[in-house]
């Protein structure tokens, strides 16, 4: 029976991958019908062939990208007894797009319709119009197991009850990891369905305990939004934060496998273009950087690097000796501010008054002295005095370009104008942020670089200049694509404004998540941030610029929290988020309550550790437990050597403090070779060894918590760290200590 519905099944999704590949050779005929298309030299023309090469090859694109794991799931429902046609068996394929026949007859439904809800959402007690659900495991295009779950108990005495299984649930859960997330689309719970389906309006806050599977419902409800709300996201986009590069490297084959690619994935150290943060600073330091104070300080800095001299001075323009006298700065730099413009905007606007003043003071010395001249000559004048260089060293002294970069340099590296600038604060915080001038920029620098280009502006006029090109550009190709809509005759098939980003002739052929990435003022339609838990005043800041709209997901456990910067509530959390919002402070929680990931024994001692320590944990249900006890051991190597010799396979993470990780890398590469990775980039090594901020969002077959009790003390959100070290483990967990463990362990 068995085999019989393995072929059955197998025999179905072969007709579904023949109808993805009949499309994909269809798209791929019209690709070369269109660029074989003699267009002339007709500008319009060229721009309606290559919009179209575009659509037919992002359609290309996308159908071999689905090519895995096309179909996963089964629905039996019950037949419509007023529809002729429903008189047996119903059957409704589910998998990651959806397919219709040559009649145009639907053979797969996306998973994202609501008519595939079922499929997440049925249960014994509520089936939604559904009598059985079946998972389909693939390998390939290859179906190698199915697996039943019965709803109406009339199957099981009938013919066709040919299948039950645990579901795939507790599959995918007990088998190994590999190193990136697994695509579990097809195991989504109800609960976590009703989360990816919510409105997409508001705050959404989603809070669960390790291992409820918060991460996965954060990227199949970006997939789901893109989806469901096309229009609104397509040019925006969606912008998911992870809590560092060794996460967003885990996940970032995830999305694409949903179908969807329009999401742009950062760390919080790579929202500012052009900075790569990585580095952590001192806790201490960190924690004074993500202070809503600091906000000021940069307002302040801006506002005082416009200065007056404090004598007249003497310039040289052509010969001739002008005195620039303060008051007459003063009077450009009031102007300047009252434009309510940008510091590096308004200081054309300050050089434009202070040259006009210059120029009318020049002309009446020089028909004081008995020149024939008039208004007619100032603006020749103006360009003389814009470049004679004394002009220029005075009107740069008293109001100088700037860039955010240079402005945080400076006040990290000026302990005077720092301590102008705080008078409130101690010499011990001020100390905290003194640095050289050529040191990186640290994570909790970028929302500081922010703020700053926020009251910078522009670095020039030309870069205002080229912006405001690129909206008129904009306008001139939204009218080309409704000409080319008219003309091709797919009127209702495309809309001019998506059709205007595929202008190839433009030669911008860059994708959402890459233009989003050079444009320090890209606003996107959705942000989803995970591990949301850690984040300061100053980083949510930040992110609210990135998403104006307040249209948030936010996912995370304040149990975990281990930044120096983190908030010890949601309310306090999201207070920088939502000042000033016009619905006050609402938001809606969401609570994940089932542990797919932890084995019981894990979560168990996990918990009772935190609790210990006071943390606010959210009680959750672990659904297994593993064959394997937690073990205290003395020494890593000898846990490295307990878990190779079970020859289980998967994946092994040694997680340690920052301090301790050179040391402990080179021992264990001393033994196991090049077995040993370290960071992001160790992550496919067999033996991987990470921090545990590293650590978070990420899970592993086994995990070696080296020195716990150290992990503890190392902060005053230790114990937060140490929960999340245990709980990465979906097996097996070693604690490495020849002392006594933390409280409550």
Do not use: C
Not at 65 to 89: C, S, T
Not at 241 to 268: C, D, M, W
Not at 589 to 612: F, G
Not at 615 to 640: F, G, H, K, Q, Y
């Amino acid at each position: 029976m068995v085999d019989h519905e393995l072929k059955r099944e197998q025999d179905y999704v072969a007709t579904l991958y023949a109808r993805l590949d009949a499309l994909k050779l269809e798209a791929e005929q019209q690709l070369d019908a269109i660029r074989l298309l003699d267009v002339g030299g007709n500008h319009q023309g060229r721009s309606e062939r290559d919009t179209f090469a575009r659509i037919y090859e992002d359609r290309i694109v996308q159908l071999r990208e689905v090519d895995e794991r096309l179909a996963f799931g089964r629905l039996e429902l019950v037949p419509d007894k007023d529809n002729p046609d429903d008189d047996g068996q119903v059957l409704r394929y589910i998998g990651r797009i959806g397919l219709r026949d040559d009649d145009l007859q639907p053979i797969l439904l996306d998973w994202r319709v609501p008519q595939a809800s079922a499929f997440y959402q049925a249960t014994a007690a509520t089936p939604l119009g559904a009598r059985a659900r079946r998972h389909l495991l693939s390998k390939g295009r290859s179906i190698i197991r199915i697996e039943d779950e019965i709803f109406d108990a009339a199957l099981l005495e009938s013919d066709s009850a040919e299948l039950q299984g645990e579901g795939a649930l507790l599959a995918a859960l007990t088998a190994q990891r590999t190193g990136r997330m697994a695509d579990i689309v097809a195991t989504i719970q109800g609960e976590q369905d009703r989360i990816i389906r919510s409105d997409l309006k508001g705050v959404l806050v989603v809070q669960g305990g390790p291992g409820t599977g918060k991460t996965a419902v954060a990227l199949h409800r970006a997939a789901y939004l893109l989806y469901s709300h096309r229009e609104r996201l397509r040019n925006s986009g969606v912008l998911i934060v992870g809590p560092s590069r060794s996460f967003l490297q885990y996940i970032e084959a995830v999305l694409p496998s949903l179908g969807e690619t329009g999401v742009v994935l950062a760390s919080v150290g790579q929202l500012y273009p052009g900075v790569e943060a990585s580095r952590e600073d001192a806790p201490a330091v960190a924690a004074l950087k993500g202070r809503p104070f600091m906000a000021g300080l940069i307002a302040r800095a801006v506002r005082s690097r416009q200065r007056v001299p404090a004598a007249p001075q003497d310039l040289e323009v052509n010969g001739d000796r002008l005195t620039l006298d303060p008051q007459l700065v003063a009077n450009a730099i009031n102007r300047a501010r009252e434009s309510n413009k940008p510091y590096n905007e308004a200081r054309a606007t300050f050089v434009k008054n202070a040259l006009a003043a210059l120029s009318r003071q020049w002309l009446a010395q020089l028909t004081d002295a008995g020149n024939s001249m008039d208004d007619s000559d100032l603006p020749m004048l103006r360009e003389d005095l814009r470049s004679a260089e004394d002009v220029r060293v005075a009107l740069n002294t008293a109001w100088l370009p700037l860039t955010p970069q240079r402005l945080l340099q400076d006040l990290y590296a000026r302990p005077q104008w720092l301590a102008e600038l705080t008078p409130s604060w101690t010499p011990e915080q001020r100390a905290l942020l003194r640095r050289d001038r050529d040191a990186e920029f640290t994570i909790a620098d970028v929302p500081l670089l922010d703020e700053a280009a926020e009251h910078l502006g522009e670095y020039s006029v030309a870069d205002a200049a080229q912006k405001r090109e690129a909206k008129q550009q904009r306008k001139r190709d939204i009218e080309n694509a409704e000409r080319a809509i008219e003309n091709m005759d797919v009127a209702g098939m495309v809309n001019a404004k998506a059709l205007a980003d595929n202008f190839a002739e433009l030669g911008d052929r860059a994708t959402t998540a890459e233009k989003a990435a050079g444009d320090r003022t890209w606003t996107y339609g959705h942000v989803v941030v995970d591990e949301a838990q850690e984040l300061s005043p100053m980083q949510w800041k930040l992110l609210l610029r990135r998403g104006p709209l307040r249209s948030f997901t936010i996912v995370g456990d304040i149990a975990q929290a281990a930044s120096a910067a983190a908030s010890s509530s949601w309310k306090d959390a999201l207070k920088p988020l939502l000042d000033g919002s016009p619905e006050g402070d609402r938001w809606r929680l969401e609570e994940l309550t089932v542990n797919y990931r932890t084995p019981s024994q894990i979560a168990d001692a996990a918990e009772k550790m935190a609790v210990a320590h006071g943390l606010p944990v959210t009680p959750s249900r672990a659904v297994r437990a593993s064959e394997w006890p937690i073990e205290v051991v003395t020494d890593a190597a000898e846990a490295v050597r307990r878990n190779r010799a079970l020859d289980t396979g998967g994946t092994l993470a040694v997680i340690v403090l920052e301090p301790q990780l050179p040391a402990l890398a080179e021992a264990l590469a001393g033994e196991f070779g090049t077995a040993v990775g370290v960071g992001a980039q160790g992550l496919s090594r067999d033996v991987a060894i990470i921090t545990p901020q590293d650590a978070k969002g990420l899970e592993f077959d086994a995990v070696i918590v080296v020195d716990p009790a150290a992990i503890v003390a190392a902060s005053e959100r230790g114990a937060g760290a140490l929960y999340v070290a245990m709980t990465r483990a979906t097996q097996r967990l070693y604690l490495v200590a020849d002392g006594e463990l933390p409280a409550g362990l």
